[in-house]
């Protein structure tokens, strides 16, 4: 747990350094707020200008709420964030000016209404977040690693794709994700399929596009509550041995990011 600790003191120390960063400030009160109000008249999509569209990349999770821990014991949240900021400088070089990354503090359920608030109150055109995968305890395997218990499971690898129906520009998100997924199978990475199992117990969803898989995810207040098209990226299971070391390479992050950087390029022109 001391090694835990001090890799999160150093990404957040990271992210205060980041000039690309933007921490959400929202209270509880204004969580509350978000969470009872009704939806706002939805964001246009109809035109997508590079220089002027507005992208938030939001990190998955926060540094007290990290997420999944990996094989080897290292939280979701720094593959979050190293992934994140690359998609987001990435974008950026592209000509997408108006991309920022997003980083929010606290508890998890709160974060992930203070994301909400800052992509609506920011009037986003999309909005990205940026996942790593694991699998439901019941399929964990145990192993020692560096000296401690640690957790795995190596039957199943691969990224994945949400999107909400909830979504007032669900149109618009899964084309997206389709998108971003057809660029990752050009890349030769595949995607996971065993959210489709009854093994998948509670996490098992419904199978939008089996090409380059896409599913959907109602409940997620992310992709449901957001005003603008929305997309969730589970970018590899950290979970899978040999994916985690995959994920963690320079090599990976940028067939992630360019693919990323791909599918906007395309949805832009389309538009």
């Known amino acids: 747990m001391a090694q835990l600790r001090s890799i999160i003191v150093g990404l ?6 980041s000039p690309l960063a933007t921490v959400g400030s929202g209270e509880a009160a204004a969580a509350r707020k978000v969470a009872k109000t009704k939806p706002k008249q939805p964001q246009s999509s109809a035109k997508c200008e590079m220089p002027k569209f507005k992208i938030v990349v939001d990190v998955g999770h926060t540094p007290d709420s990290y997420g999944a821990l990996s094989a080897r014991n290292d939280p979701e949240f720094g593959f979050n964030f190293r ?3 690359l998609i987001t400088a990435k974008l950026r070089s592209e000509g997408f000016a108006e991309t920022r990354l997003l980083v929010t503090d606290g508890k998890a359920r ?6 909400v608030s800052a992509a609506n109150e ?3 055109d999309l909005f990205l977040s940026v996942h790593h995968d694991s ?27 949400f999107v909400s129906r909830q979504n007032p520009h669900f149109a618009t998100s899964l084309m997206l994700a389709r998108m971003i997924g057809r660029q990752l199978k050009q890349q030769g990475l595949h995607y996971a399929s065993q959210y489709t199992l009854p093994v998948m117990g509670r996490y098992r969803r419904q199978l939008l596009d089996k090409d380059v898989g896409v599913y959907r995810y109602d409940g997620l207040i992310v992709l ?3 005003r603008s ?10 979970i899978n041995r040999d994916e985690e070391m995959e994920l963690n390479s320079a090599e990976r992050h940028e067939a992630v990011a360019g693919a990323v950087a791909a599918a906007m390029r395309e949805f832009c022109e389309r538009r």
Request: hydrophobic fraction near 45%.
């Open 229 to 238: 098209a929305a997309v969730l990226l589970e970018a590899g299971s950290i």
């Open 110 to 115: 709160p974060s992930l209404f203070k994301r």
């Open 122 to 124: 920011g009037r986003t």
């Open 83 to 85: 992934l994140a900021r």
């Open 12 to 17: 957040v120390a990271s992210i205060l350094l």
């Open 135 to 161: 699998v439901p305890d019941k399929l964990l395997e145990t192993w020692e690693f560096d000296g401690a218990k640690s957790y795995f499971s190596d039957r199943f690898s691969g990224h994945s794709l």
């Open 224 to 226: 449901s509550r957001t």
